[in-house]
């Protein structure tokens, strides 16, 4: 029974280069959020998704920042042109659905760790 | 807009003492807390959640918090702690989507040291 599974955990990308991360949520879950923790920062939500759309991308930088969760296979979270700013890790949580009482748990995954030298 | 204070970065603490985190939120509608904890180098994992009823709520590892909707606090506490609870707690609040537990705001966190 896998949870949210993220990959890569470690991430080193030079200024200018592109990251792409994965996020797998648990089986059957529909919903999937990102968020990035910045150092001795808590966890910022980034964009929420649900398969093949996107409900809410207000904590997403307007540039350089996108995502998806295509019908078939991981939600990708994408950087384009990096910066030594966007050194941080990204935290991926799934839930089931958002429909009826919010007793749903949010899973995490265990997050890519993102350096950029 | 909703917001959470966690009032102590560090808290230092001896094993077998017991331990309070402090927490306070901010919010103009209903809402639902949450403390996480964060191993090194790990994933969040949730602790304990308040969505209505007793204002006392069990987690798991022995912890447990107190809503207190006039103080707007939910303090995270355990009796005795253990070596093993060393460890970043974190305290959230849901955002604006009230069906899911996804969308949540965050705290910035308090490290937990447990001494020998």
């Known amino acids: 029974n896998a949870g949210v599974m993220q990959n890569p955990r470690h991430l080193v990308r030079r200024r200018g280069q592109e990251a792409r991360l994965r996020c797998s949520p648990v089986?059957?879950?529909?919903?999937v959020y990102w968020y990035r923790q910045l150092p001795e920062e808590g966890l910022k939500f980034m964009v929420y998704l649900q398969k093949e759309n996107i409900i809410d991308e207000s904590g997403m930088p307007k540039e350089r920042f996108s995502a998806e969760f295509p019908k078939e296979g991981p939600s990708i979270l994408r950087i384009q042109q990096v910066v030594r700013g966007d050194s941080a890790a990204y935290f991926c949580?799934?839930?089931?659905?958002?429909?009826?009482?919010?007793?749903?748990?949010?899973?995490f995954g265990q997050g890519t760790r993102l350096t950029v030298v | 807009a909703q917001s959470v204070t966690q009032l102590d970065s560090q808290v230092p603490v001896f094993e077998e003492a017991p331990v309070e985190l402090r927490c306070n939120y901010s919010?103009?509608?209903?809402?639902?807390l949450f403390w996480y904890v964060q191993y090194p180098n790990q994933g969040l994992q949730l602790l304990l959640k308040?969505?209505?009823?007793?204002?006392l709520v069990k987690g798991i590892n022995g912890f447990e918090a107190e809503f207190n909707k006039s103080q707007t606090s939910f303090h995270l506490r355990k009796p005795s702690v253990h070596i093993s609870d060393t460890a970043e707690y974190f305290c959230a609040v849901s955002g604006p989507y009230g069906g899911s537990q996804g969308n949540l705001i965050f705290g910035k966190g308090t490290k937990l040291s447990v001494k020998p």
């Open positions: 949580a799934s839930s089931p659905t958002d429909r009826g009482p919010i007793n749903t748990e949010a899973f």
């Open positions: 308040y969505l209505s009823g007793s204002t």
């Open positions: 089986k059957g879950h529909s919903h």
């Open positions: 919010s103009s509608v209903s809402v639902y």
